[in-house]
């Protein structure tokens, strides 16, 4: 028998245009495109084995045994890998995060990149990227985007087939960096999952939602072909803005933010009125997440360590894609 082992890392991506919405629940088909960026100094490795001995997927995260309903998650992913390779072996699954796990700082992107990745070429699959993009997908969204480095679209599609990522650009060189301010790094109340559901079936302004994202695509396209970090910022941040508007236009209406992330989004625009070019995003979870040219990044540490404490910033550049180890 064949060693079926591989081990994979993948780092995780924040999107500058949001995904918030799916169109298919279990293909994990988005209704809108979104674009994002790879982070170096969040991933998650992990390891696959496929073992005879076997009788059902053993997963650990972080060393610690995973809880029920993360096993029938992954366990079901796993499925996707059986089904594709057409075997019955279960599998020792070991993952690590340098990630704070659901803190809105896309532990599930590198989470699930990283195990499409090793279980595929544990299971020798011999999947392409772009096969590779679509497994993740059904992970998690957006894990879709983390199988590339750098600033990454995916497209939305309308199937299982037309639904992936594609890197936009894999070497970022003008200077784009990103400051995670770590806020609360505890378990968010709303998943994604749910919040999504809630947002697309009772905000009235989710097809306005899908017309912002189409422009939003385009300008954002355009303002990484002109590497111009302001507009990038710019519009990363009405984007996000525009998203959490959805969460509090739903029925029950919820929001993401906390206190301490309305005081950092206060501190960006006084920043700004500064003169000190820098823009912010957020996920699900009350982590403001800081978009900057790197020849600024003094500045915003000084100004905002005063308030949160230098630990609990993070500098990070763009990052690579799925790696492989051996
Ligand atoms: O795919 P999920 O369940 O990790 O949802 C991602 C949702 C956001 O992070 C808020 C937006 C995005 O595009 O990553």
């Known amino acids: 028998m064949p060693k079926m082992f591989a081990s994979a890392r993948a780092h995780t991506n924040i999107a500058l245009i949001k995904y918030w919405g799916k169109k298919d629940q279990k293909l994990i088909l988005p209704y809108t495109d979104s674009l994002s960026l790879t982070l170096n100094e969040f991933y998650t490795t992990t390891s696959v084995q496929f073992d005879e001995q076997l009788t059902h997927d053993e997963f650990s995260i972080n060393a610690e045994p995973v809880s029920e309903h993360n096993q029938q998650k992954l366990a079901h992913f796993m499925d996707l890998i059986r089904n594709q390779r057409q075997f019955n072996l279960f599998a020792h699954v070991n993952s690590v ?21 090793a279980a ?6 011999n999947l392409s990227a772009t096969e590779l993009s679509r497994l993740a997908r059904r992970g998690s969204g957006s894990a879709t985007r983390s199988i590339f480095g750098g600033l990454v679209e995916w497209h ?48 009235p302004y989710y097809p306005a939602w899908q017309e912002v994202v189409k422009n939003d695509m385009v300008a954002m ?30 029925q029950p209406s919820f929001t993401y933010f906390n206190a301490a992330s309305l005081t950092a989004m206060d501190m960006i625009h006084d920043l700004r009125s500064n003169g ?45 894609g799925i790696q492989y180890l051996k």
């Open 221 to 250: 396209k355009a303002a990484i072909l002109k590497k111009d970090i302001n507009l990038i910022g710019q519009i990363a941040e009405e984007n996000a803005m525009r998203m959490h508007a959805l969460t509090l236009s739903a």
């Open 276 to 320: 000190i070019n820098c823009y912010y995003t957020l996920d699900a979870g009350p982590n403001v997440k800081v978009i900057y040219h790197h020849q600024d990044r003094e500045v915003i540490l000084a100004a905002l360590s005063e308030q949160f404490g230098h630990n609990n910033l993070v500098v990070s550049q763009p990052g690579p």
């Open 97 to 117: 995060n340098h990630v704070p796990i659901s803190a809105g700082l896309a532990s599930s992107s590198s989470a699930f990149a990283a195990l499409a990745a």
């Open 156 to 203: 939305k599609g309308h199937d299982d087939k037309t639904s992936f990522a594609s890197p936009i650009d894999e070497q970022v060189d003008f200077g784009l960096e990103m400051i995670a301010i770590l806020i609360d790094t505890s378990v968010k109340k709303v998943s994604s999952r749910s919040g999504m559901q809630n947002v697309v079936a009772t905000s």
């Open 120 to 125: 595929s070429k544990a299971a020798e699959l």
